[in-house]
T-cell receptor, first 116, second 112 residues
Framework: AQKVTQAQTEISVVEKEDVTLDCVYETRDTTYYLFWYKQPPSGELVFLIRRNSFDEQNEISGRYSWNFQKSTSSFNFTITASQVVDSAVYFCALGRGSSNTGKLIFGQGTTLQVKP | NAGVTQTPKFRILKIGQSMTLQCTQDMNHNYMYWYRQDPGMGLKLIYYSVGAGITDKGEVPNGYNVSRSTTEDFPLRLELAAPSQTSVYFC???????????FGEGSRLTVL
């Protein structure tokens, strides 16, 4: 069975703090894809990153970084020096490599509040 | 560059009424999806399509129907609306399987 768990329902930090959002996934597939999406208060969903299961290199994009560890089935997302604009709901998602449908399984989401 | 366009953005329905949520994309994507988002529950897949004329059920298809007569359009039909269908609905499209999803702005539906 495919499953994504984001155990942190809500996180509150003060601006400039670093924060890590956890994502744990379950799959029996050897080829799979992991995603993070951001949903700001305005409601739209914005793509942040896509990784495949064969690429365990950590990725950094500005203040954002992602740590993919197959050994622990985790794909965690860290925001460095958080800003108020980072306040949003963040979703982790899993796609099956063997599928030709592109269906994704989403986690429940983590609401991040960054206070000034 | 419109991307994925959903209409309406808000709608209130009475129990038993029917309606169609419209979704159009102008990116020539083959893959299209309808998700619903309930508070604290993430996004659940209702229906999806891998190309014109091809549709299939997702996790929570009951009470909904779709059609895909063109590459651009993927309407979602709610028959006999029930309070359990109160949710925010998102249409999305993708160029390729397991590619980036492009989402519409969402449609907030309330069934009273």
């Amino acid at each position: 069975a495919q499953k994504v768990t984001q155990a942190q329902t809500e996180i509150s930090v003060v601006e400039k703090e670093d924060v890590t959002l956890d994502c744990v996934y379950e799959t029996r597939d050897t080829t799979y894809y992991l995603f993070w999406y951001k949903q700001p208060p305005s409601g739209e969903l914005v793509f942040l990153i896509r990784r495949n299961s064969f690429d365990e290199q950590n990725e950094i994009s500005g203040r954002y970084s992602w740590n993919f560890q197959k050994s622990t089935s985790s794909f965690n997302f860290t925001i460095t020096a958080s800003q108020v604009v980072d306040s949003a709901v963040y979703f982790c998602a899993l796609g099956r490599g063997s599928s030709n449908t592109g269906k994704l399984i989403f986690g429940q989401g983590t609401t991040l509040q960054v206070k000034p | 560059n419109a991307g994925v366009t959903q209409t309406p953005k808000f709608r209130i329905l009475k129990i038993g009424q029917s309606m169609t949520l419209q979704c159009t994309q102008d990116m020539n994507h083959n893959y299209m999806y309808w998700y619903r988002q309930d508070p604290g529950m993430g996004l659940k897949l209702i229906y999806y399509s891998v190309g014109a004329g091809i549709t299939d059920k997702g996790e929570v298809p009951n009470g909904y129907n779709v059609s895909r007569s063109t590459t651009e359009d993927f309407p979602l039909r709610l028959e006999l609306a029930a309070p359990s269908q109160t949710s925010v609905y998102f249409c999305a499209s993708s160029l390729r399987t397991n590619g980036e999803l492009f989402f519409g702005e969402g449609s907030r539906l309330t069934v009273l």
